[in-house]
C-alpha cells in the first residue's frame, strides 16, 4: 500500500506561494521594469490570484521592499556558498566579481536587482535609502578583502583600500547597467577582462 504524502502546514503552503510571488515578481521587473509591476501580472506570472498577491504584500511598495529583502538574503547566501570569507583577500575579490557577472547574463535576480536600483535613481524613490545602505556594506565587504589581501601579501601594499574597494563596485555597477542597455551584450570577455585588469590594478 503507498503511503499518503505528508500534507503541508499552513505555514508550508504560505511561504511556497510567497516564494512563488516573489519569483514572479522578479521576472515581470526583469522583463518589464518596475513599472511593469502589478498584482494583475503578478497573478499572471505566478499562477496565483490577485488577491493572493494583495493580500500578501498589500502595496506595490511593500512588495518591491520584499523582492529587495529576497535579493539581499540571496547575496549573502553566495557569499556562503562559494565560502568568500574564508579565502585569501584578493582571491575572493575575484571570485565575487566573476561570479557577480555571470550572475547578470544568467539569472533574473540580478538583472531585476539593477532594474530597481536605476529606477529608485531615475525616480529619485525610497528605495534610494535601502540601496545606499546595501551598498555601503558591500564596499565594507570588498575593503576588508583588500586589506587582508594587503596583510597576506598578494595585494600591493599602497593600494588605497577604499578607493579600491569604491572601483570594483563601480566596475559592477557599470557592467549591469551597459547590460540593461544592451542586453544582447557578451559579458563572457568583459568578465575576464575585467579580472584581468583586477590582478593588475591589485596584485604585488
Known amino acids: 500500500m ?19 510571488l516573489l519569483k ?9 521594469g518596475v513599472g511593469a509591476v502589478t498584482f494583475e501580472a503578478l497573478g499572471r506570472e505566478s499562477g496565483f490570484s490577485r488577491g493572493l498577491a494583495t493580500q500578501r504584500f498589500g502595496s506595490k511598495q511593500k512588495l518591491i521592499e520584499a523582492v529587495l529583502a529576497h535579493l539581499h538574503e540571496r547575496q549573502e547566501a553566495m557569499l556562503v556558498e562559494h565560502r568568500l570569507e574564508a579565502r585569501p583577500g584578493l582571491e575572493a575579490i575575484l ?9 547578470l547574463a544568467l539569472r533574473n535576480e540580478a538583472r531585476a536587482y539593477f532594474m530597481l536600483l536605476s529606477s529608485s535613481v531615475a525616480e529619485a524613490s525610497d528605495l534610494r535609502e535601502g540601496f545606499r545602505g546595501q551598498h555601503a ?16 601579501g598578494q595585494i600591493r601594499a599602497d593600494v588605497d583600500s577604499d578607493a579600491a574597494a569604491l572601483m570594483v563596485g563601480c566596475l559592477l555597477f557599470g557592467l549591469s547597467m551597459q547590460l540593461l542597455v544592451d542586453p544582447a551584450m557578451d559579458l ?17
Request: aromatic share 4%; no cysteine.
Open 24 to 32: 514572479a515578481a522578479i521576472d515581470v521587473i526583469a522583463g518589464g
Open 95 to 103: 571570485t565575487y566579481v566573476e561570479v557577480a557577472v555571470r550572475d
Open 188 to 204: 563572457a570577455p568583459l568578465r575576464e577582462t575585467s579580472l584581468a585588469m583586477l590582478r593588475i590594478s591589485l596584485a604585488r
Open 137 to 152: 556594506e558591500v564596499k565594507q565587504r570588498f575593503k576588508r578583502w583588500v586589506e587582508r589581501g594587503q596583510a597576506e
Open 2 to 20: 503507498t503511503a499518503r504524502p505528508a500534507r503541508r502546514t499552513q505555514a508550508e503552503r504560505r511561504g511556497e506561494s510567497e516564494r512563488g
